[in-house]
């Protein structure tokens, strides 16, 4: 291997990793496509996932200068789109290959979005994309939120989803189970593209998913579909009661 190849990923698409082997596979596979997600993403959306960022920032409704945390922030799309509505980000990601490829201009940190070197309800609101599935545990993630999160802020959480039209699902699966998978291999990598579309069996069901985030003290949350229900939103306030 050069020095300017991507470490080998260690991550089996066919055998979802668990637990601290996750995380280890998660950070490799990251490291590993950083220099040309964007461009992927770009492709294999056809732009939409433009689109559902600037959605998902007005849906925020935060007032001018308050601060978001951006997690699991990548190369800093939403970093980018937070500063142009005023917002002041701040990106946080475990893969340091992500980070080094953006140029979002956000502070930016390498850290565990389970465990946020961030003080308790210190940030007036928190933005995420794409990220759930990667996760090792959601109730412990959106409990992080509610600790990091002002009582009153707004988080905003972006994945994606499937079709509840029994047409589109089907549509929408063969072109993310086997679509999807050519174009990140012709572009990028395609071991990591083929344990993408299978990640989505990480998520929980709609109402199992919705129940967690409103039970981490966020009780008007809500869950909403874009395109059709290929991707999801996550929205809700932090309850005024003191964080648990």
């Not at 959605?55 to 308050?66: E, M």
């Not at 699991?72 to 946080?92: H, K, M, N, Q």
């Not at 959601?138 to 509840?164: K, Q, T, Y």
């Amino acid at each position: 291997m050069t020095a300017t190849e991507p470490p080998p990923l260690s991550i089996d698409p066919e055998h979802l990793p668990e637990g601290d082997d996750k995380v280890q596979a998660v950070r490799s596979m990251f490291d590993a496509i950083a220099p040309r997600y964007d461009l992927v993403n770009r492709v294999m959306t056809f732009r939409m996932d433009v689109g559902w960022r600037k959605r998902t920032v007005r849906r925020l409704q935060l007032g001018p200068g308050s601060v978001v945390l951006d997690l699991a922030c990548g190369t800093g799309d939403f970093c980018r789109e937070l500063a142009a509505y005023d917002l002041v980000p701040i990106g946080a990601d475990l893969s340091f290959g992500m980070l080094a490829a953006g140029h979002s201009g956000a502070p930016l940190v390498q850290a565990d979005i389970l465990r946020l070197p961030v003080p308790d309800a210190s940030v007036d609101g928190v933005t995420c994309g794409f990220a759930l599935r990667n996760l090792v545990e959601l109730e412990g993630f959106f409990a992080e939120l509610a600790r990091v999160v002002r009582p009153g802020g707004r988080v905003a959480i972006l994945e994606v989803a499937e079709p509840p039209n029994p047409v589109m699902r089907w549509g929408h699966g063969v072109y993310f189970g086997k679509v999807v998978p050519r174009i990140g291999g012709l572009l990028s990598d395609p071991t990591a593209y083929r344990y993408l579309p299978k990640s989505v069996a990480y998520l929980p069901e709609p109402a199992e998913l919705l129940g967690l985030f409103q039970q981490a003290g966020f009780t008007d949350g809500t869950r909403s579909l874009f395109s059709g229900g290929i991707s999801q939103l996550l929205l809700g306030t932090r309850d005024r009661a003191e964080w648990r």
